[in-house]
């Protein structure tokens, strides 16, 4: 799992029926600091979260166990939502 | 003795190189050493991570440098900050001892506080 920034949104008409109502999101890896780590990636969107959130992410087979279909083909899905940066509590 | 079990692993395997895989991406990682650094809070989230704590962990090598590589892990134990743990990045067993139960969208859990690191002297391993 790993902190992430929702930096954008991906639209696609033609996908895997059970991708369907699916909000594909950007999102882009955080360190401790809040700066960017590693390359932006595609998750499939389990919390109901936005462009500009603070987000953490899970990643595998596991990405697919939010929704109901466990056959959903993901490998990185937005399962929650962080309140603000300020809850992000280091040291 | 699961920290000495792990670097027995570790040592036997000719190709890992430590310090490389700490700079790497978590990605492929089944069992790792890190440092607790905080915590998260999120109140909208998946309903298995109620009643659990998120933390902020770094990856960190077995002579204790950190490896720049933050993740996010649940803690099984009651880890915290400052505590060098051992994190599971294998969702079957860490949603399971995280949870109670299988089937979480969980990937990483923290199993274990490390006491102490029993290392090989020199560059032998």
Request: aromatic fraction near 4%; proline fraction near 2%; include cysteine.
């Amino acid at each position: 799992m790993q902190l992430a920034r929702v930096i954008g949104t991906v639209v696609a008409t033609v996908k895997n029926d059970s991708l369907q109502n699916r909000k594909l999101l950007v999102v882009q890896s955080l360190n401790k600091d809040l700066e960017p780590q590693g390359k932006p990636l595609v998750a499939v969107d389990a919390a109901g979260a936005g462009v500009g959130e603070l987000v953490f992410w899970c990643r595998g087979k596991e990405a697919s166990f939010p929704f109901k279909r466990e056959d959903t083909p993901t490998d990185c899905t937005i399962i929650g939502i962080v309140d603000s940066d300020s809850h992000v509590c280091c040291g | 003795m699961l920290c000495t079990w792990y670097f027995d692993v570790q040592t036997q395997g000719a190709s890992l190189n430590l310090h490389d895989k700490a700079q790497a991406q978590s990605t492929g990682f089944k069992m790792i050493l890190a440092k607790v650094l905080g915590n998260v809070v999120a109140t909208q989230k998946n309903h298995r991570y109620e009643n659990a704590r998120v933390m902020v962990c770094e990856q960190i090598t077995p002579e204790g440098e950190s490896g720049g590589n933050t993740i996010l892990a649940l803690d099984s134990v009651d880890a915290g900050v400052g505590d060098t743990v051992l994190i599971v990045q294998e969702g079957w067993g860490a949603s399971t001892a995280a949870t109670g139960k299988v089937g979480a969208a969980i990937d990483s859990a923290i199993v274990g506080v490390v006491d102490r690191i029993d290392l090989l002297e020199g560059n032998s391993r």
